[in-house]
């Protein structure tokens, strides 16, 4: 009797361990949060701040920095991250000549619950919003100046995305 209750006692430590490490996902909300006022999104392809390392499984970078005007776009896969409460899986950044996006990936499609905290940039004269739905925003002056939201339930996935 003991002995099976040893056993039990020792199994549950070890799912309450197992279930705290799952809890003790990196949070990055913060980092990400300027993406909810207008679009904005932090520079990724120089690196991300050192307290969210821990959750980087790996980084791969697509183009060459060096090369003027050539599209690069750095991928950072995480493992047991969270942006707004939601499991982060990847985040993908791209800085082209006059455009870039950051684009977050996530584990389900809860994600897009927090639709309606992403507001459209600040009203500017000569831009426009021409669209503002479940799916996302697009701010525009004269189609050439940009900003727009995308909210992809099949892709799992919030995009960011800017130019000129």
Known sequence: MKKTLMIVGVAL???????????????????????????????????????YKAAVA?????????????DVITT???KNATAFGQPLLKAEYLQGYEWGHMKLYFK????????SQFKPPKAEEGFTLYKNNPQGYDYSADGTIYT???????????MCSSGT
């Open 58 to 70: 790996n980084k791969k970078v697509k183009g060459n920095p060096k090369v003027e005007g050539e």
């Open 108 to 115: 389900n499609t809860s994600f897009t619950n927090l639709r």
């Open 13 to 51: 430590l070890g799912q309450a361990a197992m279930g705290n490490a799952a809890n003790d996902a990196t949070d990055m909300t913060a980092y990400f949060k300027p993406m909810l006022a207008g679009c904005s999104y932090p520079a990724m392809g120089d690196g991300i701040p050192a307290k």
């Open 148 to 158: 727009e939201l995308t909210f992809d339930k099949k892709e799992k996935s919030i």
């Open 76 to 78: 950072y896969t995480f």
